[in-house]
């Protein structure tokens, strides 16, 4: 057979075409010969072996740090949607969000365990709300929150879109249904300072809500999703409305309502004013109240240090296996014996 | 005369030598036409004319000497006008003998195009003619569009696509913006169209040129003109001159040339460089064109470029004279040594024969294709259960919210907007249903991938480009690289079974050497000396003071040559004059001069189309009898240094009947001769019986031993004609040559009349050399576990001692020999081998998937002969011919009749039987107009671009320069293109799968309300933008092991035929690897950000990015070669994705502004990213490494072996081992 061009395209030895080609021709010639240099990783046993033990060796260390981090933070997680239902409405929740007559102030108090430090994120979290249903993610104009009442091709926003004849601002179902739970905290020493401002991102604020947009004709309808909004403010520093308008991923979410700048003792009472306005109950959904410190890695959750773990140690379990398996039955590398043609002639002639 | 091989259309061959062959017989001429002074231009000062001056004989037929020029008309005229009766002229008639391949009816006026000669007004009415431009580009720029969209849209897939793209504008079912809809459609519909469109434009380009070229044309003044191209009508005339191209299909009238010889090449037609020699008729000749009027009634416009049809009638005779293919120049030849011709345009643009045959080869599907449809189908159906497991869930969500919908909160049937309410984008559960239904199909429609056909289509451009670029396919003799026609099929290269071969010009290099002849009964084979052994000069001839000198010099035999000199007045050496005198007259060759560096010594070139006559003229020349002018009416022969003259009366031209030729000879002395020649079956049966039978006997035993030698064998007969006789044929061949119904019969019978009671005088033996490294190559394609089928027209001991030499056959085979003349005894020797076969597999030969395996068994060896084969077939015997061949790994058609019938029997029945009755995938390789069936029955049709011309090129899907280049193309590129592209369709799957399958999972989530937290514009750039350049470069580039790892061992090529590399189980593997990485991709970040406050655009960008690290990361960890191009393209596709996931978010007017800035802040982001790769990568990791630790195939260990330098050592057990294994046992059959 013909041999040349064909040697093997490691790095090690190529063609080498004639000498007096420039180096680019060269390089164009091995590139048409398909012999360009290459590494070519093999699966060596030592490979596979090294490859998980380092993978388990650094991930059970990060999962053990992941775990501790998220041990670590302090949350105070508290249902509140059936308890601050009078006893009398517990039969018809729904009846009583509805019912504008009745108040919806509701006390609840609750007692620290450990201590929580500065800052502490006070977050409402809403569950079996699926904020991410096609119908409602959909029913928003971005342009509209940035512009104003200027811009007029709101067909996005239906089935919110006008009422009365006159155009919504902030139109579409995203904005109707804005949560307007209130929560005050009070300890022994007087009231927590729950910090509203900045809860929402800078780049929303700057960028997609108009700081000269102001509501219009909002919650003026029949039927009213959620809160409402003050005319006189801008939209750009209707914080609720930004971080509300920032759709969560999950049927099941928290959205930042405020920081206390405070800490918190340990055994500290807390006293809770919230007024229940929100109607959650016509669906099921469950309406909680957090109130958690954070570090580098976020919130209370520990799954991903779980996880890690768990990865971790079924690297280095592998890796163990591997190498038992390849010192019991080694097979011997680069042995040209074991291709099938041989193996088969071996065995007759034997 | 190829006596021996099948021939359908009498297709020259010769070798093609690159010298210019310096004009013969250019009797200086003078013609009444009025650009003499250019034709003097023309003409080079060294013309010569052939003829010698000591031909004492040659008086009234050329009267010029050597650079004679003049303007007077000599007697050239003179013996035009009044032809001796004697001498018919032979252009006329091989023209007719030519006709004899294509049919020989008349052609009604009906049928006929009616052309009159120098009237283009009257030609081009009633029906008017195409012109002479040509147009081969397929759109303007009015049609491109709709044509082009027209024609992309023939694939199914993209109909599908469109059909959703369609879907999604409905507004109940926008899943996607409209823009973001139509792009991914619009973008691969984009990408085929501008490269259909800069192919059309060079088109569009060449096109111009070549219409704006200036032809002469006579005018209406009657004088010769410049026109351009494009504006040739039919019936004008036309002048072309010396190394000129035609353009357009031309009838001669007349030509430089007083005998109308003119001489064409055809390279750019059929790519033989050969001179043809092409005849303007006679009753044309005489006559100025200005003044000649006629009509030429020939067939419509056809493909057959070696067939034309018609006939002139000449106004005021009322005879008409027919037209033959040799009296017609074809567009697209160039004039050679001929100073001028005049022709009249019979076809013209796309009518002519050239434009009719320009089409491209025809649509194959590879195999790899036609098993990924199967998968598409799967996956169609996956695709339909996820979107109906949606709709029911989400059916099952509304039914159980059906009381609430009204004024929940995400969901708000009622609409308060108009004064009544209303409801809003609700129709009622049942729509709500439908409408999911469809929405969930067009959301998860990349399921099936849409940029899998155009990338294939890109990679299998690529695979081309580099193995027309290989050196190893490069034909350094002839400088043919690779030609890839068919840009279908490069995979289905990896996986051939079955090689079907031609032997002449195949496996052979069609290039005859005389080796041995017999001459009445004593056989001449001895050992042979050359020229330079003996001293002889007597190769050479003198011509004045030139010394003209056959190409090339045949080793002689030494007793043969004394015989020849001394023996002159011996019985025996009368009969071994007239043998090779025989051997010199009994061919329609042309001997043309060529120059060599000393100006006194020329060569003399034999130019004809068969190669076997050039043999047996070279030989002929070597013992003292060289060819060295013909005329169309008489040769001049040069014997031992006298020139002498004999008139060619009349010549019967080879056909598959008769399976010989003759020629009618008038010698000096005023006898006739009859030279036959032909193969041994057709010449035994016309021997004189009244002869000397031992002669004939001998001769028979000569022509065994020749055959078992594997030479091609020919039998020479003579004999002599009596004066009544030479008459009485005389008279009947005019009769038929000149009839107007049914000459071709009729002048076969006039052959066959006169070719009879011949006595022997001897056979000749030519070698048909095996080509370089063929041997070496069908060892390769044997130990690669393709079974070679090899056809034949040789004897069954010829083919059998072939067999041998070519590595075919080796000794530890056990033959099979099927050679039989009944249908009975056929049934018989079929049960038998059958019976071998069974016992020699030691199973049921059913199984036939594993035989190619079982190298450890004996092979088995079977030839058979065309009429066996017939018969078995016509006894339906099919099924136990199946069982034998398949469990043979070599099978020997010998004896293929050269009948256009059985010639197809062979071949194409072979090959249907296999394609009919296995999935097994077939190859054709041949190189002659012969094999052009069996190249376009098989999966894949290689053509020979060699000497015999383009027909098989044409047909085949793929050309190489000769047959070892097969194992190149097979065992590497072919096993490279298959795992190539098997890989890239299997990665392709999975790749558009797991977005679909992390989409899925989200869907779930949301109420089965069909969002996507993936931008629709990530989900919509994913296939084209984020990554589709790896697969593609990897598709192109990888290789999984060397080329010389591949060559060094063939049993590799196992891989394809297995199809390891692409099957179902592969591909639900991938699938399940797929769902494993999609649920890692989705549920690890579901996990970790659970409760917490990420948002939908946040999570997925994080998704995203996932999935196309983890898309490209597999890739990577399955990337063979990471040389620079892989680096780039799968860390850039890597990049181009985060930046345009980035420019995505940076869009303050979409929902997700800024959320890859926020989520990539936070540490979770980075762990999540770090847990799903590992997570997601480790299962595929561990199956490989598994795989390759305790159950590697071959190609792992031969990839280890080439990584660790292992590879030069040969292992302790030689793979060579059926030789060790070998039992010399023969079985042959009665």
């Not at chain 2, 449809?373 to 159906?381: D, H, K, Q, S, Y």
């Not at chain 2, 289509?457 to 480009?465: D, M, P």
């Not at chain 2, 290269?493 to 090689?499: H, P, S």
Request: charged residues 20%.
């Amino acid at each position: 057979m013909e041999m040349d061009g064909a040697s093997s395209s490691g790095s090690s030895g190529a063609a080498q075409p004639s000498l007096f080609l420039s180096k680019r021709s060269r390089a164009f010639y091995r590139f048409t010969q398909q012999n360009l240099p290459a590494c070519r990783p093999a699966l060596t046993p030592t490979l596979v072996i090294t490859v998980f033990l380092l993978v388990g060796i650094t991930f059970l260390p990060f999962g053990i740090i992941c775990f501790r981090a998220a041990e670590s933070v302090d949350e105070l997680v508290l249902r509140y949607d059936t308890e601050c239902i009078p006893e009398n409405y517990r039969g018809n929740k729904v009846a009583y969000i509805k019912d504008d007559s009745i108040s919806k102030k509701c006390t609840l108090t609750v007692k620290l365990r450990n201590q929580m430090k500065a800052p502490i994120y006070v977050y409402y979290e809403l569950d079996n709300y699926y904020q991410n249903h096609r119908r409602y993610v959909k029913s928003r104009s971005d342009r509209q929150l940035l512009h104003g009442l200027q811009y007029k091709d709101t067909s996005s926003c239906r089935p919110i879109e006008s009422s009365n004849g006159l155009p919504v601002l902030p139109c579409g179902l995203i904005a109707w249904s804005l949560f307007n739970d209130t929560f005050t905290f009070d300890v022994k020493a007087g009231k927590l300072n729950v910090n509203r401002k900045n809860i929402s991102w800078k780049s929303d604020r700057d960028h997609k809500f108009g700081n000269d947009v102001y509501p219009f004709n909002f919650q003026n309808d029949t039927l009213i999703g959620g809160g409402k909004l003050d005319p006189s403010i801008p939209l750009s520093e209707q914080e609720d409305l930004i971080v509300w308008m920032r759709v969560a991923a999950l049927p099941n979410f928290r959205k930042l309502y405020g920081v206390i700048e405070n800490d918190i003792d340990a055994d500290e009472v807390i006293t809770i004013q919230l007024s229940n306005n929100y109607n959650t109950y016509s669906f099921g959904g469950k309406k909680k109240l957090v109130l958690t410190t954070s570090n580098w890695l976020g919130g209370k959750n520990n799954f991903l240090g779980l996880s890690y773990i768990a990865t971790g140690f079924c690297s280095i379990l592998v890796a163990i296996l591997f190498a038992l398996i390849h010192v019991k039955f080694p097979r011997p590398h680069r042995d040209a014996s074991y291709l099938h043609w041989n193996r088969k002639s071996s065995a007759t002639s034997r | 005369m190829a006596s021996e091989r099948p021939l359908l259309i009498p297709s020259p061959r010769t070798p093609a030598p690159d010298s210019t062959p310096i004009p013969f017989p250019t009797v200086a001429a003078a013609r009444r036409s009025s650009s003499s002074s250019s034709r003097r231009k023309t003409a080079p000062p060294h013309f010569r004319n052939l003829s010698v001056e000591n031909v004492d004989f040659s008086a009234e037929m050329h009267s010029s000497t050597k650079t004679t020029f003049s303007i007077e008309t000599i007697s050239r005229s003179a013996s035009k006008q009044q032809p001796q009766p004697s001498v018919p002229r032979y252009g006329s008639r091989r023209s007719e003998s030519v006709n004899m391949g294509s049919s020989h009816k008349e052609i009604s006026d009906a049928d006929a195009r009616l052309v009159y000669i120098n009237d283009p007004e009257r030609s081009n009415s009633p029906v008017r003619h195409p012109n002479n431009s040509i147009n081969t580009s397929k759109y303007s720029i009015l049609t491109f569009l709709p044509k082009n969209l027209f024609e992309q849209f023939h694939r199914v897939a993209y109909i599908y696509f469109l059909i959703l793209a369609g879907i999604n504008q409905i507004p109940q079912l926008g899943v996607f913006t409209p823009a973001a809809s139509i792009l991914p459609l619009a973008f691969v519909l984009g990408v085929t169209a501008v490269k259909d469109a800069y192919e059309d434009y060079r088109r569009h380009r060449s096109d111009r040129t070549e219409n704006s070229r200036s032809a002469s044309v006579l005018s209406s003044s009657s004088e010769f003109q410049p026109k351009p191209w494009k504006d040739i009508r039919v019936g004008e005339v036309i002048r072309v001159q010396s190394n000129e191209t035609i353009p357009c299909d031309l009838v001669l009238l007349a030509t430089s040339d007083p005998t109308g010889v003119a001489y064409v090449q055809t390279i750019n037609l059929d790519g033989e460089s050969n001179l043809k020699t092409r005849y303007a008729k006679q009753e044309t000749l005489s006559k100025p064109p200005e003044t000649l009027s006629a009509i030429i009634r020939c067939e419509k416009p056809n493909r057959n470029i070696y067939g034309f049809h018609g006939n002139v009638e000449i106004e005021g005779s009322k005879q008409r004279v027919s037209l033959g293919p040799s009296n017609v120049i074809l567009r697209g030849c160039d004039l050679k040594n001929t100073a001028w011709v005049v022709g009249v345009a019979v076809y013209t643009g796309k009518d002519t024969k050239v434009m009719l045959n320009s089409s491209g080869a025809q649509w194959k599907r590879s195999r790899l294709e036609t098993h990924m449809n199967r998968e598409t189908i799967i996956l169609a159906v996956a695709l339909f259960v996820e979107c109906a497991l949606v709709t029911i869930l989400a059916g099952a969500w509304l039914g159980r919210h059906r009381d609430k919908l009204d004024d929940l909160i995400y969901y708000r049937k009622r609409d308060f907007s108009d004064r009544d309410v209303g409801k809003y984008d609700y129709y009622g559960i049942g729509w709500e249903i439908v409408f999911t239904f469809f929405m969930s199909v067009i959301l998860f429609q990349v399921m099936i991938p849409i940029a899998l056909y155009i990338s294939m289509e890109l990679v299998r451009l690529g695979q081309a480009f580099f193995m027309i670029q290989d050196e190893s396919l490069f034909d350094k003799e002839r400088g043919n690289r690779l030609q890839c026609r068919a840009l279908n099929i490069n995979e289905d290269l990896g996986q051939i079974k079955y090689v079907f071969s031609d032997k002449t010009g195949t496996l052979t290099e069609n290039k005859m050497e005389f080796r041995c002849a017999s001459v009445v009964g004593v056989d001449y084979s001895g050992d042979p000396a050359t020229a330079a052994d003996t001293g002889e000069e007597g190769v050479s001839v003198a011509v004045g003071e030139q010394i003209w000198r056959p190409k090339m010099s045949v080793k002689t035999n030494p007793e043969l040559l004394s015989l020849l000199r001394t023996g002159e007045r011996t019985e025996k050496g009368d009969k071994a004059r007239e043998f090779l005198l025989a051997l010199a007259t009994c061919n329609t060759i042309v001997p043309i001069l060529t120059e060599t560096d000393d100006p006194s010594i020329k060569l003399i070139d034999y130019q004809g189309e068969s190669p076997d006559e050039q043999a047996l003229l070279y030989a002929a020349a070597a013992y003292g009898f060289t060819l060295i002018e013909r005329t169309s009416g008489h040769i001049v022969i040069d014997i031992f240094g006298q020139k002498q003259r004999f008139d060619i009366l009349g010549l019967h031209e080879f056909d598959s009947d008769r399976k010989r030729m003759s020629v009618i000879v008038g010698f000096p002395d005023k006898t006739v001769k009859v030279f036959v020649k032909g193969a041994d079956s057709s010449m035994f049966g016309v021997v004189d019986k009244t002869l000397n039978v031992d002669i004939v006997q001998a001769t028979k035993s000569h022509l065994h031993t020749y055959s078992t030698l594997g030479l091609r064998t020919l039998v020479i007969g003579m004999r002599e004609m009596s004066n009544i006789e030479f008459e009485e044929w005389h008279s009947s061949y005019e009769k038929a040559n000149t009839a107007l119904f049914g000459r071709g019969s009729l002048l076969k019978a006039v052959a066959m009349n006169i070719e009879n009671n011949v006595s022997i005088l001897g056979a000749s033996g030519i070698e048909d050399k095996l080509q370089q490294g063929v041997p070496e190559a069908i060892e390769s394609l044997r130990r690669a576990g393709i079974k070679v089928w090899v056809l034949t027209g040789d004897k069954q001991e010829t083919a059998i001692s072939i067999g041998f030499s070519s590595n075919l056959l080796t000794g530890d085979m056990t033959q099979i020999i099927i050679n039989n003349n009944s249908k009975e005894s056929c049934k018989k020797s079929l049960a038998d081998a059958l019976a071998i076969t069974k016992k020699m597999t030691g199973k049921s030969p059913v199984g036939h998937n594993s035989i190619g395996v079982d190298s450890k068994k004996t092979p088995l060896a079977l030839i058979i002969d065309g009429t066996s084969l017939v018969y078995i077939l016509e006894t339906e015997l099919e099924e136990e011919l199946f069982e034998v061949a398949t469990s043979c790994s070599v099978v020997l058609c010998c004896r293929v009749a050269p009948l256009q019938k059985a010639g197809i029997v062979c071949g194409i029945v072979m090959l249907i039987l296999i394609k009919s009755r296995t999935d097994d995938m077939t190859l054709a390789i041949g190189d002659g107009a012969n094999d052009v069936s069996m190249i376009q029955k098989a999966n894949v049709g290689i053509g020979i671009s060699g000497r015999e011309g383009r027909q098989a090129v044409m047909a085949s899907d793929f050309a190489i320069g000769q047959f070892r280049f097969l194992v190149p193309l097979l065992l590497v590129h072919g096993h490279w293109n298959y795992q190539r592209m098997a890989y890239m369709i299997l990665y392709n799957f999975y790749r558009n799968s797991i977005l679909v399958f992390v989409l899925f999972w989200y869907v779930l989530y949301t109420a089965f309300s069909l969002t996507t937290a993936i931008s629709e514009w990530s989900s919509v750039l994913y296939s084209v933008i984020y990554t589709a350049l790896p697969t593609i470069v990897v598709g192109i580039l990888d290789k999984d092991l060397s080329k010389k790892t591949l060559l060094k061992y063939p049993q590799l090529y196992g891989s394809g035929q297995r199809e390891e590399r692409y099957n179902l189980k592969l591909f639900i593997l991938t699938m399940m690897d797929s769902v494993w990485q999609s649920l890692a991709i989705f549920f690890i970040p579901f996990l970790a950000y659970r409760h917490s406050t990420i948002d939908g655009s946040g999570i997925g960008d994080l998704w995203i990015l996932a999935v196309v690290l983890m898309v490209n990361l597999h890739l990577g960890m399955d990337i063979f070669r990471w040389n620079w191009i892989a680096h780039t393209s799968i860390w850039g596709c890597i990049v181009a994705t985060v930046i345009c996931v980035i420019i995505i978010d940076a869009l303050p007017i979409l929902p997700g502004f800024m959320a890859i800035f926020h989520v990539m802040g936070t540490w979770v982001f980075w762990f999540c990213l770090l847990a799903i790769l590992i997570a997601g990568l480790i299962p595929r990791f561990v199956t490989k490494a598994v795989t390759e630790f305790f159950m590697p195939n071959d190609i792992q260990i031969a990839r280890e072996l080439e990584k660790f330098g292992n590879l030069n050592e040969d292992p302790p057990v030689s793979e060579i081992t059926t030789r060790t294994l070998s039992n010399h046992q023969q079985q042959t059959m009665p």
